[in-house]
């Protein structure tokens, strides 16, 4: 990503599933076939409710759910002829205001440590 000046940033980092079935491992400890199964059956998941036109909510993170997109005419870019494109769903994630929060604090406590300490404080 550039800053304002068009100069780059800090070198960003991208986080593949491979990275977080690791994590799952090191959190965890399970083997890494439990592990890829753990991470691979979120995913499906979250796949088969989209289809479903199903809404995920997962709270402290945000939500998924499908927008429909109008049709259009577009054009070949080779071509430059004229083309329909017909509507579709697209895939949309909603932000949780504390996911935004725990994005724009440049340390902040893991999500579940600080999930765990509000979630479990003694009510008066």
Do not use: C, W, Y
């Amino acid at each position: 990503m550039a800053s304002a000046t068009g100069k780059p940033e800090a070198a960003e980092r991208t986080v593949t599933k491979a990275d977080l079935i690791e994590e799952v491992i090191r959190v965890t400890e399970l083997p890494r076939k439990e592990s890829e199964t753990v991470v691979e059956t979120v995913f499906e998941s979250i796949i088969e409710a989209l289809q479903k036109n199903d809404k995920i909510e997962i709270r402290g993170f945000g939500s998924f759910r499908t927008r429909q997109r109008r049709g259009r005419i577009g054009r070949n870019p080779k071509t430059g002829a004229k083309v329909e494109v017909p509507p579709k769903r697209i895939p949309f994630f909603k932000p949780s205001k504390e996911l935004k929060d725990f994005v724009n604090v440049h340390k902040a406590a893991p999500p579940a440590a600080a999930a765990s300490s509000s979630e479990h404080a003694p009510q008066g």
